[in-house]
């Protein structure tokens, strides 16, 4: 086994969970807008999708959507698509009061739609089976069980990142609640993230 290139690969993940991206800004408005506890369940939900596409690199779904043009665009206008949705959800539902505690079934709303927007990412795999392949760390071990215990290890570190971001972002949470400015378009910041994620997955 080669731990060094285990410990290169954790750094690589680490680096490139906190560079800015449309995981960890939706991670960032969801605290700043709807507080700690929401933030850290749509992250659950967000590293929970890393998961399943790990499961589609080991089982080689990945490759076949690599493969065929067809399916990944329709994919990623399935991904954009929902996203448009969610930004004209919360324009219509501008009015409703921002701020809130959440309820169990507001928890199983941010849980699925962390899950979904990664799930509806089809970039998220490709993204991995560039990355795991240049950290085979075993001469003898299978790829496919390397590419599963690389994928848990990222999973880990993401859902480290993801809760401290939330945690951290929440401090702007605490400066929002005391400006009735910003409660009034906080609305505006959730649409532009929504909008970034689904040009973002169409690129």
Not at 27 to 39: M, P
Not at 68 to 96: H, T
Not at 103 to 108: A, F, G, M, P, V
């Given at each position: 086994?080669?731990?060094?290139?285990?410990?290169?690969?954790?750094?690589?993940?680490?680096?490139l969970?906190?560079?800015?991206?449309?995981d960890?800004?939706?991670?960032?408005?969801?605290?700043?807008?709807?507080?700690?506890?929401?933030?850290?369940?749509?992250?659950?939900?967000?590293?929970?999708?890393?998961?399943?596409h790990?499961?589609?690199?080991?089982?080689?779904?990945?490759?076949?959507?690599?493969?065929?043009?067809?399916?990944?665009?329709?994919?990623?206008?399935?991904?954009?698509?929902?996203?448009?949705?969610?930004?004209?959800?919360?324009?219509?539902?501008?009015?409703?009061?921002?701020?809130?505690?959440s309820?169990?079934?507001?928890?199983?709303?941010?849980?699925?739609?962390?899950?979904?927007?990664?799930?509806?990412?089809?970039?998220v795999?490709?993204?991995?089976?560039?990355?795991?392949?240049?950290?085979?760390?075993?001469?003898?071990?299978?790829?496919?069980?390397?590419?599963l215990?690389?994928?848990l290890?990222?999973?880990?570190?993401?859902?480290?990142?993801?809760?401290?971001?939330?945690?951290?972002?929440?401090?702007?949470?605490n400066?929002?609640?005391?400006?009735?400015?910003?409660?009034?378009?906080?609305?505006?910041?959730?649409?532009?993230?929504?909008?970034?994620?689904?040009?973002?997955?169409?690129?």
């Open positions: 086994m080669h731990i060094d290139v285990l410990i290169a690969f954790v750094v690589s993940s680490l680096a969970t906190l560079s800015p991206g449309p960890i800004l939706y991670v960032i408005s969801q605290s700043f807008i709807r507080g700690k506890k929401a933030a850290i369940i749509t992250s659950i939900g967000l590293t929970t999708g890393l998961l399943f790990t499961f589609f690199v080991v089982v080689g779904l990945t490759i076949l959507v690599k493969e065929n043009e067809n399916i990944f665009l329709v994919m990623k206008i399935v991904g954009a698509a929902y996203f448009i949705y969610l930004a004209i959800m919360v324009f219509l539902n501008r009015n409703n009061k921002k701020i809130f505690k309820n169990q079934n507001e928890n199983i709303d941010f849980f699925k739609k962390g899950l979904l927007m990664n799930l509806l990412n089809p970039k795999s490709l993204f991995f089976i560039a990355l795991f392949p240049g950290f085979i760390f075993h001469d003898n071990l299978d790829p496919e069980i390397q590419f215990i690389l994928g290890i990222f999973w880990l570190q993401a859902n480290m990142i993801f809760i401290g971001v939330s945690i951290f972002s929440n401090k702007m949470n400066i929002i609640s005391e400006n009735n400015f910003l409660i009034r378009v906080s609305y505006v910041i959730e649409i532009c993230v929504y909008i970034f994620i689904a040009i973002w997955i169409l690129k």
